[in-house]
């Protein structure tokens, strides 16, 4: 019997995205984050967890939605990025979590054409649970940017 591909689901604004769970180091409680001068726009700034410091990512910002305070619900996800053939440790900030599941038929189809230009690369393809669409994040591609210098000088290489 084939593995099945799990996807650990989480919330931003009214949307599900999902993110492969072999990048999933842990999800903690929302907490104060140290703010770097200068930063770009969708880095928070810094945690530390357990000694290790790690830039904090917020994805509202980072897909082009407007920044929220946070709720009760919100959560950062602490993850091993792969970057240009290195891994990162990075923690996302999203709305809400809510499982770890496999998605209908273990079966995703790319992002749509819909004959313009928009940026979807960051879209490993799109899923289902139900009656739900779960968007899997491409990771490596969400995180390149021309502002990725500045998030991959503060991060020492995971440990693999």
Known sequence: ???TAQYLTLGIDQELFGIDIR?????????PVSKLPHAPSFLLGMIDVRGTGYPIVDLRTKLGLPRMEPTDATRIIILDVPVKGRTLGVGFVADR??????????????????????????????GRKGEAFIVVFDLERLMESDDLPALAGLVTESAA
């Open 1 to 3: 019997m084939a593995d």
């Open 23 to 31: 990048n999933v180091r842990e999800i903690l409680d929302m907490r």
């Open 97 to 126: 979590v809510f499982e770890v599941t496999g998605l209908d038929d273990d079966h995703t189809e790319p992002a749509p054409d819909v004959g313009g230009h928009w940026q979807s690369n960051y879209i490993a393809g799109i």
